[in-house]
């Protein structure tokens, strides 16, 4: 499979940093961080991932802005281009050697996401998409699956924990959903949940309170895929606001209903 020189910019880079996120996982995995606080190593590793990444990105298209999870906003000379990068989006789960995280690069252009990357290191699994010319699995044309009932869904979210987001509206929200669908997930790397809505494995998936490295390629991924992504009132939009809402055009619909009314 071809793709344009940005894609294989942008995937080289993301392939760079995977193979440092494993060496840290086999660290973590084999418990010799125990002693020095495994939080302090994922931290480490996390940055070390990032910097890789911005070194890499940065090479190739000098003067892109650059917002990373670790190291903030990098201005560039050129800003009309900037990566929105997440060296390793669901932290949590690589900290407890659940294989579910990813590397996350998104480009975006004059505000519109032009190009994505998400890649699970853990299972190789490789996403990508470019404006209008689709999106990929491992190569493989990916699309949005055709449900249309709440009730053959499986919908993933994203849950709140201490000291973040609103514990009360979560519990009603997924009360009204838990007994509208036919299962609900909490995956934990949200970059991941939205490929796999593009996947066709979700049929939809909301969450509160994240971030745009969260979501940047992720939401580019989806909407090439044919998938309809918004902010949970279905008006605003989910870089801005932090809440992202989506699936196919039906389950999204579905979903907005189901949340205003909780
Ligand atoms: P992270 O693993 O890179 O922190 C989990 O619900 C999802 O929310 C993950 O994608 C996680 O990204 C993201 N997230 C964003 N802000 C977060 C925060 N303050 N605490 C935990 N997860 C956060
Ligand atoms: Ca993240």
Redesign the pocket.
Known sequence: MLHSAVINVMVKAARRAARSLKRDLGEIENLQVSLKGPANFVTAADKRAEEMLYTDLTKARPGYGFIG?EGGTREGADKSHTWIV?P????TNFLHGIPQFAI?IGLQREGTMIAGVIYNPANDELYIAERGKGSFLNDKRLRVAGRKKLNEAVIACGLPHIGRGDLELAARELGAMQSRVAGLRRFG???LDLAFVAAGRLDGYWERN??P??MAAGIIILREAGGIVSGVTGQDDAMTTGDILCGNEFIHAELLKVLKAA
């Open positions: 999870e997440d390793l989006d669901g932290t996350s790397a949200a970059s994240l971030q490295w969260d």
